[in-house]
T-cell receptor, first 115, second 113 residues
Framework: AQSVTQLDSQVPVFEEAPVELRCNYS??????LFWYVQYPNQGLQLLLK??????LVESINGFEAEFNKSQTSFHLRKPSVHISDTAEYFC?????????????FGQGTILTVHP | DVKVTQSSRYLVKRTGEKVFLECVQD?????MFWYRQDPGLGLRLIYF???????EKGDIPEGYSVSREKKERFSLILESASTNQTSMYLC????????????FGSGTQLSVL
């Protein structure tokens, strides 16, 4: 079985500051890794994913995450945040041998960007 | 755009009632999922379905059942609602196979009194 731990339940930052949201996972098999974002009063949407190849993956709005197999981590970073990045962020893992796209999610991190 | 529609945004029910949560997707996706979202616990998988009339238990199936009679529709049923089932329920769908992203509905906030 897989599990995901997001180490921070809430992260407050000022606008234009850098941010890191931490995610660790455990699995006995190879995994695919995802970050989803939930803006206020909206459903979850995919932010970025790691399937294979380069361990650094990027989203279209400036976030990036790095897969670190030795540390079993997939931390999400952004060098300069905007007010509009305020949302809840979920890290998720899918076991490589799993069929049907089932995801295991972490507890979520609420990112609040202050002016 | 893919659309996953959940029939109700807010629902209030009494303890012991039978509750139906409906979800419809318009992209001919094979897989459909029901999660519940609770503060501090993230999303937990209740049930999923990979084909019409096919279903599998997720991590927390107790107290729930599901129905998938048509490919586009996936229903979550609370046979006898209890207060500990007060939660946000999220439906999602994806294409067949691994690695495909999930498309989520906006959620149903269920309160059981």
């Amino acid at each position: 079985a897989q599990s995901v731990t997001q180490l921070d339940s809430q992260v407050p930052v000022f606008e234009e500051a850098p941010v890191e949201l931490r995610c660790n996972y455990s699995s006995s098999v190879s995994v695919y890794l995802f970050w989803y974002v939930q803006y206020p009063n909206q459903g979850l949407q995919l932010l970025l994913k790691y399937l294979s190849g380069s361990t650094l993956v990027e989203s279209i709005n400036g976030f990036e995450a790095e897969f670190n197999k030795s540390q079993t981590s997939f931390h999400l970073r952004k060098p300069s945040v905007h007010i509009s990045d305020t949302a809840e962020y979920f890290c998720a893992v899918q076991a490589g041998g799993t069929s049907y796209g089932k995801l295991t999610f972490g507890q979520g991190t609420i990112l609040t960007v202050h002016p | 755009d893919v659309k996953v529609t959940q029939s109700s945004r807010y629902l209030v029910k009494r303890t012991g009632e039978k509750v139906f949560l409906e979800c419809v997707q318009d992209m001919d996706h094979e897989n459909m999922f029901w999660y519940r979202q609770d503060p501090g616990l993230g999303l937990r998988l209740i049930y999923f379905s990979y084909d019409v009339k096919m279903k599998e238990k997720g991590d927390i199936p107790e107290g729930y059942s599901v129905s998938r009679e048509k490919k586009e529709r996936f229903s979550l049923i609370l046979e006898s609602a209890s207060t500990n089932q007060t939660s946000m329920y999220l439906c999602a769908s994806s294409e067949g196979g691994r690695r495909e992203k999930l498309f989520f509905g906006s959620g149903t906030q269920l309160s059981v009194l």
